[in-house]
């Protein structure tokens, strides 16, 4: 019989599991990932990120973590570790990241199925799932791996973005995946000079999101120039106490 | 014999083919096709475009043709037409932008060489090609489907964005498609009430990448607020003689 990479057997009982998702990349998808989940973290709480973007992982160096490879004790797999915040990531185990990776959906499936069931993750209190972008079967699949499954959107406030954001919603509404919420991330960017506020990129398209998925708008994130400098540093803006902190929390 | 999808009888000899990729999602390259393409079209030139975006087609909109539905004559499938720029996409073939698109590779593949095979182009002298984000097999095997290929990367200034687009970048080399060039997006932010100049997503590594794929900088596009209201529209920069215009020239 073959195995069905969706039938997963889990150590995550109790425990909080966040798939993160967005549909359209380049939305900050992964920088609320990672901003999640130390600040989750600092208010107590043990966590861990699953980096399911196989093609466009980003986790490891979004936590600082870029060159460290994934190491294996009596059979499991090692996560590895900043701050407490436990991750695991096809970028661990694979030379360099310009070599492109080219895998079936199945092999994906299967590599992902290892990082539920083989990797000593100890007591979670939060999983975060970190989704690939795309609205086809992938992040479907993933997100109904695992039971009780949520689902976080992260979306711009631009149309083409809350569109593509609203397809990843029905999907989950399909398959009986709660969503907690959505996040619009570069809702204005405000200059330090003058004060001057710009909604470079629109508004009112999330709250249109939110109400066709039934749902509401979690926070919102305005663009900051260091919360790019912190992620290219490999230390999420929650770590350092920056500007963004206040907005994570 | 299975049919090839990758073994394409089309009709665009003497065409310039431009597949245009960035790798990661969200970096303008939708955005980028549309506005060359008018460019193009305004210095006379005949041009069409494939939005082989399956999963986040979003050519339509950006064209004002969001509406607009695929008709067929003599067996042959008319494309939808804006200032005399062509386009087809599956977007004009499906009832609503919220439903996902659930479609296997293969399938996709088959899609694709319809657009190229049976679509009435006429004589074109630029056929552009809206390439899907990421950088699995899908957008190495669209690259490689027509002969004389060319490849434009657009990309933005962080990291890990000029890191995802290399990568799209290795696959060209890899399957000999000649890589025109790189366009830079979102380089930076004017204040328009102070002219201060902000460089919220960095510098540097636009460069970097250029010297990795041994080729150059072609252009660096400004985030400007009207070169999202426009597409928002549906009127890409170009058409509409706005701040853009002398951008995308
Ligand atoms: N609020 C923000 N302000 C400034 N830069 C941001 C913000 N959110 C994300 N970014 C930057 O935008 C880029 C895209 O973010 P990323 O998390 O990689 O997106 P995704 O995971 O959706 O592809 C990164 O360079 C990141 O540093
Ligand atoms: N230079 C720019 N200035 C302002 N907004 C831009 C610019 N380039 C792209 N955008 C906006 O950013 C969003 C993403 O662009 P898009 O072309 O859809 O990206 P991609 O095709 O790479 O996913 C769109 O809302 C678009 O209007
Ligand atoms: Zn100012």
């Not at 509404?173 to 000079?193: A, K, R």
């Amino acid at each position: 019989e073959k195995e069905n990479p969706l039938k997963v057997n889990h150590p995550f009982w109790g425990t909080n599991i966040i798939a993160v998702g967005s549909g359209k990349g380049g939305v900050g998808k992964s920088t609320v990932t990672a901003n999640l989940a130390f600040a989750l973290q600092r208010e107590g709480n043990k966590v861990g990120i699953i980096d399911a973007d196989i093609y466009g992982y980003s986790i490891p160096r979004l936590m600082g973590l870029e060159g460290g490879r994934v190491r294996g004790k009596d059979g499991r797999i090692l996560p590895l570790e900043r701050e407490g915040v436990k991750i695991i990531s096809i970028g661990s185990f694979t030379d360099s990241e310009d070599k492109p990776i080219i895998w079936r959906a199945p092999m994906i499936l299967g590599v992902l199925k290892q990082f539920m069931e083989e990797v000593d993750w100890g007591e979670l209190d939060y999983l975060l799932i970190d989704l690939p972008p795309g609205t086809g079967d992938s992040p479907l699949n993933i997100m109904q791996m695992l039971p009780n499954t949520n689902l976080l959107i992260v979306t711009t406030p631009q149309a083409s973005a809350s569109h593509v954001a609203g397809r990843v919603g029905f999907l989950a509404n399909e398959v009986d995946v709660h969503i907690l919420g959505v996040i619009e991330n570069m809702s204005y960017f405000q200059c330090s000079n003058c004060g001057e506020k710009y909604k470079i990129f629109g508004e009112g398209e999330t709250e249109e999101l939110a109400i066709r998925l039934n749902t509401s708008i979690l926070g919102r994130i305005p663009l900051i120039t260091e919360i790019r400098e912190k992620s290219d540093e490999g230390n999420p803006t929650t770590l350092s106490g920056g500007a963004g902190e206040k907005i994570f929390q």
